[in-house]
């Protein structure tokens, strides 16, 4: 009844608001639970350690690819890179090795400047808190019967993906699961991952992206398989087998988080940097034009911006890319402010410069 709850009182705030991309907030905070028992200064060496490890994994959002040399210096330099941590008694016991403990929580604030500096320097993804919004479609097989999970029927299996994906920051939604939902995509056809079936139903949540999922056990082992369908992008397969369904669900979410950042976040590394010539017209006030620079500035793979050209309503700006033109594209999209704008092949402008047009800050 309370993961129901949970669930419905997530889609009152859904709809209430724009659900195209989300500002995914506390990137760069962490808070872990440890034994009581533990001395101040273990306590917090095992505190900033773990919550480093967190932060790093939702800043990039390739867990998978940090490995433990990584961790591992990331860990002789935590301490310097917190901004702030406050320690509190637990009311509660916390199981720690199997044993009810009581426990203590260390919340810990990292300095962005030094969790981004240490990313890039190690060829890591640095992801913003602009990131797309989730809709998650979930159908599961057991004893030969499919079910689908969402709002109005959620799953033990569901509550645990959307938990790690807060973890991870993944802005991710469920479907009312519904009788409009039940009508528009049957269980078969999501087992079955038919694209027109799931997009068309998906249609009314206008999310920026849909990630349709199946999950089975066969044997000793849980298999779970995903599709993201992203727009302008052939639609990505994503697959694991773990020994326990709490493991595949970690698993498949790691897998969702790394192929969005792949998409969306800045890389800086030597050679992959680039400048791009971008226009946009309908710029006709100071205002507009304050707007215009201060949204590209905030772009995750924008380094830097300058003003080129003002000329009647457009204005040219030059930016510094950390990462791939496509990546700059996909970040664009998802906002509203900025449209692309195509050009004839006989335009000037044409193959020289992205065009856009201004359509007012939101």
Do not use: C
């Not at 044993?99 to 913003?128: C, D, H, K, M, P």
């Not at 959620?154 to 790690?164: D, I, K, N, R, V």
């Not at 990462?323 to 050009?343: E, H, I, T, W």
């Amino acid at each position: 009844m309370i993961l129901r709850h949970i669930f419905l009182f997530a889609w009152v705030l859904f709809f209430s608001v724009s659900v195209s991309a989300a500002n995914v907030a506390n990137l760069y905070k962490a808070s872990v639970q440890l034994p009581a028992r533990l001395n101040e200064s273990d306590l917090l060496n095992q505190a900033f350690n773990q919550a480093v490890d967190k932060v790093l994994f939702r800043v990039s959002g390739q867990k998978a690819s940090i490995g433990s040399d990584v961790l591992a210096s990331a860990h002789k330099s935590a301490r310097g890179w917190v901004a702030q941590h406050r320690i509190q008694d637990l009311p509660d016991l916390v199981e720690f090795d199997g044993e009810l403990q009581t426990a203590r929580q260390v919340n810990v604030s990292f300095y962005s400047e030094s969790i981004n500096r240490f990313l890039y320097a190690n060829g890591l993804a640095v992801w913003g808190s602009n990131r797309p919004s989730i809709l998650l479609w979930l159908v599961q097989e057991k004893d030969g019967v499919r079910t689908v999970s969402g709002a109005r029927q959620p799953s033990a299996e569901l509550g645990q993906m959307f938990a790690y994906g807060k973890e991870l920051g993944l802005p991710t939604y469920a479907p009312l699961q519904d009788r409009v939902d039940a009508e528009a995509l049957s269980a078969g056809a999501l087992w079955g991952f038919f694209e027109d079936e799931i997009l068309q139903a998906s249609e009314r949540y206008q999310t920026d992206v849909v990630f349709a999922v199946r999950m089975g056990q066969y044997g000793n082992a849980v298999n779970v398989d995903g599709v993201l369908f992203a727009p302008g992008a052939v639609p990505q397969r994503l697959s694991v087998n773990a020994p326990s369904e709490a493991v595949a669900n970690e698993m498949i979410v790691e897998q969702l988080a790394e192929a969005l950042s792949n998409r969306y976040a800045s890389v800086r590394s030597a050679g992959s940097g680039q400048s791009l010539p971008v226009k946009v017209t309908g710029v006709n006030t100071y205002q507009a034009l304050q707007n215009v620079k201060q949204y590209l500035d905030k772009v995750g793979v924008v380094r830097e911006s300058r003003i080129q050209l003002i000329e009647g309503d457009s204005v040219e700006l030059l930016l510094e890319l950390d990462g791939s033109v496509d990546k700059f594209r996909n970040s664009v999209a998802l906002n509203s402010m900025l449209s692309p704008k195509s050009l004839s092949a006989l335009d000037p402008d044409a193959n020289r410069v992205e065009m856009f047009e201004y359509k007012g800050s939101n």
